[in-house]
């Protein structure tokens, strides 16, 4: 059985095609935003729209994928893990990051015309 205790889904729309880098060590490594949205209705009864911004990573087979398939607008699933990490800037401020490592991609739709 699969590993529960850190998995993360996730369905929305690339902000961006997918950077993609192979590094000195010949990993391909491919970093991209997805956007994902919800709608509801406040106490007030007004409409609220709410759109998060995630960091997706995928590395070697699936950065090759992404590079290939995944592009601006188009909606997908993405199934993986959540990443925590630290660094300091280059003012020597600490700076947090989460990011989701990709394990699975499905594309739901075309890009929008």
Same mark, same amino acid.
């Given at each position: 059985?699969?590993?529960?205790?850190?998995q993360?889904?996730l369905?929305?729309?690339?902000?961006?095609?997918?950077e @993609?880098?192979v590094?000195?060590?010949g990993?391909?490594v491919?970093?991209?935003?997805?956007a994902?949205?919800?709608?509801?209705?406040?106490?007030?009864? %007004?409409?609220?729209?709410?759109?998060?911004?995630?960091?997706?990573?995928a590395?070697t087979?699936?950065?090759?994928?992404?590079?290939?398939? *995944?592009?601006?607008?188009?909606e997908?699933? @993405?199934?993986? %893990?959540?990443?925590?990490?630290?660094?300091?800037?280059?003012?020597?401020? %600490?700076?947090?990051?989460?990011?989701?490592?990709?394990?699975?991609?499905?594309? *739901?739709?075309?890009?929008?015309?």
């Amino acid at each position: 059985m699969k590993n529960l205790r850190n998995q993360v889904q996730l369905i929305g729309h690339l902000g961006a095609d997918p950077e @993609v880098k192979v590094l000195n060590s010949g990993t391909k490594v491919a970093r991209f935003s997805l956007a994902t949205f919800e709608s509801y209705t406040d106490k007030d009864g %007004k409409k609220v729209e709410d759109t998060q911004w995630h960091k997706i990573i995928a590395w070697t087979g699936n950065a090759t994928y992404a590079e290939k398939y *995944l592009k601006k607008g188009i909606e997908i699933m @993405v199934s993986g %893990k959540l990443v925590y990490g630290s660094y300091e800037d280059k003012d020597g401020i %600490k700076r947090y990051t989460a990011e989701i490592v990709a394990q699975d991609f499905l594309i *739901l739709s075309k890009k929008e015309s």
